[in-house]
């Protein structure tokens, strides 16, 4: 089943080779790795320079919550990749989520992680993301047991699909993200810890803040399994999904895992709506 599998993506390649979203240009494409942004065009995607606190959406250092928005939400801050009025971005993400086009992820983590690397001056949130990857050599950072002993551990965590989204899509594109993300920077990645409970509307289908808030409270519990607990108490954990709106998803998912035990929580997503 798996060759024949390949046998088509083999002949769909060729009969209806990937372009560029940004330049058009045809693309060589070796999977699992599938570009469908070209490294030219991907050069030219401007990654967002100041962040905003997720909460406000005014200016905040690194994207970190204002100390009076924190009643706000549960979330420590929020780091946006980019900006959602790039066609290219946009043309990605809208093929990725309602396309079903899975490969997209591979482009969109790679501006993920241009974002998270090219960034001017790294605080608390490249702390976070960079605790295993050394930027010098681009590999696994080696500590010795006293330091293992003292750094705290980060968690990549994806923000969870229903059941029936799930079965409907085919995937859920914050766990495709995540593994990049993950793999990239040598952190551990968990699907297994956070779950939605009930199939909420879509976000971005209701305009009302409130009513936003109304839908997706308690729509997410950590699994009941204890060593998943012990698994996250006082490590750090980063939430990702591809796109954010008003923050309250990603807010309603770090309620929970701070209520479990973990230490810090942060979203990143590629752009914000
Ligand atoms: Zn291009
Ligand atoms: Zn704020």
Known sequence: MKILLKAKNFILDILFPIQCLGCGVELENLEPKKRWVCPECLKKIKTRKDQ??????????EGRTHYKCKKETALDGLWVATEYKYEVVN?????????????ISFSLSEILIKSILETEEYGDFQDLVLVNFSQESGEKKVYTEEEKN?????????VPLHKKRYNWR????AFLLSE???????????DNLL??????????????????KENIKGAFFISE???????IKNKNIVIVDDVCTTSTTLGECAKELKKA?????????????
């Open 52 to 61: 905003d606190c997720p909460v406000c959406e005014q200016f905040s250092e």
């Open 261 to 273: 035990g973990a230490k810090n929580v942060w979203g990143l997503v590629v752009a914000r709506r």
């Open 170 to 173: 085919g995937f859920n594109q």
């Open 225 to 231: 399994c204890l060593d998943v607990k012990n698994l």
């Open 180 to 190: 990049y993300i993950a793999n990239k920077f040598n952190l551990e990645i968990c």
């Open 195 to 212: 779950f939605r409970k009930r199939n909420t509307k879509p976000q971005t289908k209701i305009k009302s803040m409130g009513e936003r």
């Open 150 to 158: 003292k750094k705290a551990e980060t968690i990549i965590v994806p």
């Open 91 to 103: 043309e990605a993400i809208h093929k990725f989520k309602f396309n079903f086009v899975k490969d």
